[in-house]
C-alpha cells in the first residue's frame, strides 16, 4: 500500500513574514495569522521572539535608539505594540550582556527588565498576561515586525551594541552628583509653584548653576590632552504643540552651547553638544515643559470668561511667545555668567568659541541640509499671556535679542 507524502508543517519563519507583509484586514494577512496561531505554540513563539530581535537589531542600524522607537510605536501604534516592542528592545539588548550596551541606551528603557524566564514561551506569556487571546497576539506581532521593516534611516549617532565603540568612556559627562541633585532641586521648585515669578527665579538659578559648571568643565577640557568630542542625542517633542515645544527646546539648546534640529515627522529632536551640556538641556527642557502647562493654566488658557475652550490658536501662541521669552532668559543668565568667569580667566572665550564651533560642525555635517521654522502668531492675546507668564520676575530689565527659531531636519 502506497503512502501519501508527508506534508511538512508550515515554516512559522515564512507565515510571519506573510503575515507581516499583509496590510491590516487583508485576506493574505489573516490567512497568515490564522495559519499562525493554529500551530504548536513553542515553535511560533521562538520565531516571533528570534524575528523582533533581528529588525530590532536592524533598527539600530538604520540610526535608531530605543527611546525613538520606543516613543514612535507608542505615539503611532497604541500600548499593545508598545509593549511588545518593549520587550523585543529589551531582548535584542540583553543579548549583548550588561558589559555590552552603553548606559545611556540602558536609561532609554526605564524601568523595563526582562520579565520573562524562557525566551522559547515569551510569547504566550505575553498574550496571557495581556488578556489577549493567539490569534490578536500574533496579529500585534506582525505588526511590530512590519512597524520594524519599514523604519526610514537616520543619522547614526554612534555605533549600535556589538560594534566596536559602542561602549567606552571616552566623552562621558563629568557631571557630579552634587551639581546635578542642586539643579534638580530648583527645577522641582519651580515646577511645584504656581506663580510663575518664582517658577523663573529658580528657574533662572539652576542655570546660572549649569553655566559655572560648564565653563569650569570647559576649562578642564581644554587643559586635558585627551580632547572630548561634541556628542548628539535626541529629545522628544511631543504633541499636540510640537512646533511650540521644539522652539522651546531650541531655545534651552540655544542658552547652553548646543544646537536643535528638529525632525518634523518623528516626534524627535536631535540635540547636538558637550556630553554635560546635551544632558542638563534634557532636564532643563523637561521641566520647562511643565512650567509651561503650569503657566498656561494660571491665566485661563483652558477656557475663555463665558466658560468656553480657548482657541487653539491662543494656546500655541502663548506656549511659543512663552518658548521665545524664557529662552531669552536662559540666555542671558548663561552669558552674564560667561561673562563673570571670563572676568578672570581670559582664556575661556576662546576656548568656548572653539567648543561651540566644534558642536555647529557636527550638526552640519549630520544634516547638512537645514529649514528654518518659522512660527505665525496667531493670536496676539495668546502671545501677550505667554510672554507676561515669562517676563514677571524681570521687568526691570532690558529685553533680549530675540532667539533663533528651531530647525527643521
Not at 28 to 51: E, K, M, N, S, T
Not at 195 to 218: N, P
Not at 240 to 247: C, F, Q, R, T, V
Request: glycine share 8%; net charge positive.
Amino acid at each position: 500500500m502506497t503512502r501519501p507524502p508527508r506534508v511538512p508543517p508550515p515554516d512559522p519563519d515564512l507565515l510571519l513574514q506573510a503575515a507581516a507583509l499583509g496590510p491590516d484586514g487583508s485576506l493574505r494577512r489573516d490567512l497568515a495569522c490564522g495559519q499562525l496561531a493554529a500551530l504548536p505554540p513553542r515553535p511560533v513563539d521562538q520565531a516571533i521572539l528570534a524575528g523582533l530581535r533581528r529588525h530590532v537589531s536592524q533598527a539600530w542600524r538604520r540610526g535608531w535608539l530605543p527611546a525613538d522607537l520606543l516613543r514612535l510605536v507608542r505615539r503611532d501604534f497604541g500600548d499593545l505594540r508598545h509593549g511588545m516592542t518593549m520587550d523585543a528592545v529589551v531582548a535584542e539588548l540583553d543579548q549583548h550582556g550588561p558589559a555590552g550596551v552603553a548606559s545611556s541606551w540602558r536609561a532609554q528603557l526605564g524601568e523595563a527588565t526582562r520579565w520573562w524566564a524562557d525566551d522559547a514561551t515569551w510569547a504566550s506569556e505575553w498574550a496571557t498576561g495581556r488578556r489577549v487571546d493567539r490569534m490578536a497576539m500574533v496579529a500585534v506581532a506582525a505588526d511590530v515586525l512590519a512597524l520594524l521593516s519599514d523604519l526610514p534611516r537616520l543619522p547614526l549617532l554612534g555605533p549600535p551594541p556589538g560594534q566596536p565603540g559602542h561602549v567606552t568612556t571616552a566623552g562621558e559627562d563629568g557631571l557630579d552628583e552634587r551639581t546635578l541633585g542642586r539643579v534638580r532641586a530648583l527645577l522641582a521648585k519651580a515646577e511645584s509653584t504656581t506663580f510663575a515669578e518664582e517658577a523663573e527665579a529658580y528657574t533662572r538659578k539652576a542655570q546660572e548653576l549649569i553655566a559655572r559648571h560648564r565653563v569650569d568643565r570647559a576649562l578642564v577640557a581644554a587643559a586635558s590632552p585627551l580632547r572630548a568630542a561634541p556628542t548628539a542625542t535626541r529629545v522628544g517633542v511631543d504633541a499636540p504643540y510640537e512646533a511650540e515645544n521644539s522652539l522651546l527646546l531650541a531655545g534651552v539648546a540655544t542658552a547652553n552651547r548646543c544646537r536643535s534640529v528638529w525632525s518634523t515627522n518623528l516626534g524627535f529632536a536631535t540635540v547636538f553638544g558637550f556630553a554635560d551640556d546635551v544632558r542638563l538641556v534634557e532636564l532643563l527642557y523637561t521641566s520647562l515643559l511643565v512650567q509651561a502647562g503650569v503657566a498656561m493654566a494660571a491665566v485661563g488658557a483652558g477656557r475663555d470668561r463665558a466658560g468656553r475652550s480657548m482657541r487653539r490658536s491662543f494656546r500655541q501662541s502663548f506656549l511659543a511667545a512663552y518658548a521665545v521669552r524664557i529662552g531669552q532668559r536662559l540666555d542671558d543668565a548663561s552669558r552674564l555668567e560667561n561673562e563673570r568667569a571670563a572676568a578672570g580667566q581670559p582664556a575661556l572665550l576662546p576656548v568656548l568659541a572653539a567648543r561651540d564651533e566644534a558642536v555647529t560642525t557636527r550638526a552640519e555635517r549630520m544634516f547638512p541640509k537645514l529649514s528654518a521654522t518659522r512660527l505665525r502668531i496667531k493670536d496676539g492675546a495668546g502671545a501677550t499671556a505667554g510672554r507676561d507668564a515669562a517676563d514677571q520676575a524681570l521687568l526691570r530689565q532690558a529685553a533680549m535679542p530675540a532667539l533663533g527659531s528651531a530647525m527643521s531636519g
